[in-house]
């Protein structure tokens, strides 16, 4: 989802429309990914303390839910996070639980001691972008990390009991990639434990690395169908060894399914043979 603020998009997943949004940093610190167009016209800043705290001094006092709006508030180091978290708990003090975006390079940069006291001053869930379990795609993707890097730091997280959610992208890999990207992408998930799948539909944005890739050849993009069958692979060879949730409800998806694995696999599987999924 996103909100039109006067000087820049604030963006946020859709589960937290009903959340308290704060914002932390504006603009993305990376900015290079192909596929994306969000942050490109904007200059990364953190928002100072100054605001943040001035904007939960005039907060409602029994907010139970927080939102950390930028593309990646994690990037802003833990002294700098911890401060933030000490500021809500203190403006808000029945707040049970604060969200975040974080990429798997600025988790990195966090020690697991870190994470597990982030978790303990109340950062309870986290939205990551791994896109795939491909490495070639996501050098080409320009993702800054590799598929072994994003296992080393989710398990970091599990050990720190910080939950997260793996949002993965469907069609990524482009036109006769789409089955063995969802076994290598199933298979990195297969490694860790997450609360949730998102996936979402690669779409192409004018002005994006992935647009001129397009014109000029250099990626073909799977159709409807394959990418259909991308979501069915990514199914069939997920292996949880704790529930999670599997969800499709994202509005670039193709079709929006919602279970959780291992218990609604077939259910899963089966609501992909409906003949009205657009495709």
Do not use: W
């Amino acid at each position: 989802m996103e909100v039109v603020n006067t000087n820049h998009m604030v963006f946020y997943p859709q589960d937290e429309m009903t959340t308290v949004l704060l914002p932390v940093t504006t603009g993305c610190n990376y900015n290079k990914c192909s596929f994306c167009a969000m942050y490109k016209d904007e200059t990364y800043k953190e928002v100072p303390y100054s605001d943040i705290e001035n904007n939960l001094r005039n907060g409602y006092l029994y907010t139970e839910k927080v939102f950390l709006t930028g593309a990646d508030p994690m990037a802003i180091g833990f002294k700098r996070m911890y401060k933030i978290l000490k500021l809500i708990k203190e403006y808000y003090p029945y707040c049970a639980r604060v969200a975040s975006y974080g990429s798997i390079r600025s988790i990195a940069n966090y020690t697991m001691e870190d994470l597990s006291i982030l978790h303990d001053e109340g950062l309870r869930l986290l939205y990551i972008g791994f896109e795939t379990g491909r490495d070639d795609i996501l050098k080409l993707m320009k993702k800054g990390h590799t598929a072994s890097r994003a296992i080393e730091q989710a398990k970091k997280l599990n050990e720190a009991d910080l939950m997260f959610d793996t949002i993965v992208m469907y069609g990524i890999a482009g036109k006769g990639q789409s089955i063995s990207n969802a076994i290598e992408t199933a298979n990195m998930i297969n490694e860790f434990r997450t609360n949730r799948v998102i996936t979402m539909n690669l779409t192409v944005f004018s002005g994006t690395d992935l647009d001129r890739m397009i014109k000029e050849g250099e990626f073909i993009a799977a159709d409807g169908a394959e990418r259909l069958l991308e979501i069915k692979t990514l199914i069939e060879n997920l292996r949880p060894n704790s529930p999670m949730i599997f969800d499709t409800s994202h509005p670039t998806n193709i079709i929006s399914i919602r279970g959780t694995l291992p218990r609604d696999k077939d259910k899963l599987l089966k609501a992909l043979e409906r003949p009205n999924i657009l495709v």
